[in-house]
């Protein structure tokens, strides 16, 4: 790599020499064949060049590429997968304009890499609405060859949803780039059978979801926080009084951050007299989850407690609430707003305030009956100086937020750890081997066998389902061509 050093972007070749993680990725993407691994990197190395994908940003790309909302990251996939959308009706094909989308894709890609670190991520093609003035074969090779030679281990699956049937001969060119591994990746759905890969909360109602999301620009909005936030979730009669109570243990002072165990003593108070108001909850702060909450991000106007997740635990172990501390390091007052992408299963108290000089604030965030945490929920700590003079009543902040630019504006992300059991696991293993059976070899035996001859029965009933549907389609041009040709005999008569 070094005897080409000035074809590669010399941000890339360091980043290889010490991302250990990165040439990994381009080993397991080429099956650890060293030869072929070493000319994906020396091909993608020199696309990242051609391309300045290092430098692309907002700036340099232009404004309409943004409006247009044909390319954009929102939600997730059932495996947790993020997804990257491409809604082909917006795509129109134009040579004079596709190294400028051809880089979105790439500005898209570099983002979300940079921020999740090469998580995969499941493309959707939503062709709905769509006919030949959107076909761009160009376009589309160019983001597979994007998955396949340039962002190593980066791609779970291709979802194509309703694809017209007057495209079908132009993805059999598609799949004629793609190798074997590629091939069967690629997930033909429609309305009926597309929530086997996306569950109906992250799909359009045109898909048969539920997601109300509207792509809009500007701003270029976190791909985490794109559906529809809500400050709060709703109160119900029965909690009225719980909730007061919650927030008066909220504004409660603390010391600084930190004297660990006068924290460590408040958190463990809050959540005692949390405790108390629900009967069910009996639960405490086990000290491995104590000790996490008390790590500790150092912005530039909140120290955030805890930095980077928040533990709640599974239905059966019962734990529904967690506590966020926030103290001002700031000499004036600072605004701040708490979102979530499951605005429908959290209740965040406060979500909308702000918090004075050197002092600290409690936050609770707590599930509603029946929800469970996931691993996709996420949070978003949004917060801005305000001037003394300012009040901080409902008005001034909702006057505050609508005037502050982005610019001024400290966000901070923190996401959900699920603890699944609360027992040790070797009191789990010792459990297991009193009520469950252990399996022999043969009984393992039948079992595969069985598996198998399902799987047989299943391709069978495919190939069948196939030959079906390529005889209807014979039949359906058949008939065509027959009335055209009656219609074209009854013209020249």
Known sequence: LLDKSDKYD??????LQQDDK????YLIWRHDVVDDTLKMIDESFQWRKEYTVNDLTESVLPKWLFENGSLFLHGYDKEGYKLFWFKVKHHVRDPKQQLEKKKLVAFWLEHYAKRDHGKPLTVVFDMAETGISHIDLDFVRFIVNCFTDYYPNFLTKIVIFDMPWIMNAAFKIVKGWLGPDAISMLKFTNKSDVQEYISGEYLPPHMGGTDSFKYSYPPLVDDDFQTPLCENGPITSEDEHESKEEIDVDTKETGELHEEQNLNQKKMNSVEQISKSEETDKTEFKPKNAKKALTTFKGPLLHISPAEELYFGSKETGEKKCLIVLTNVTKNMVAFKVRTTAPEKYRVKPSNSSCEPGTSLD??????????????????????????????GVPELTQFWKEVPRTKVMEHRLRCH????????SLTLKENAFNIPAKNSEDLHIQLTHLLQINKRL????DRC???QQLSVVLSLVSITVVAFCFYLAYTQ
Do not use: T, Y
């Open 10 to 15: 010399s941000r890339d070749v360091e980043r």
């Open 466 to 468: 196939l030959w079906f």
């Open 418 to 425: 699920v603890i699944e059991s609360s027992k040790p696991s």
């Open 363 to 392: 936050i609770i965030v707590s599930l509603h009956g029946g929800f469970a945490a996931s691993l996709q929920d996420r949070f978003l700590i949004m917060a801005a100086e305000m001037d003394q003079s300012s009040g901080a």
């Open 459 to 462: 391709q069978e009933q495919i």
């Open 22 to 25: 990165w040439v990994e990725n």
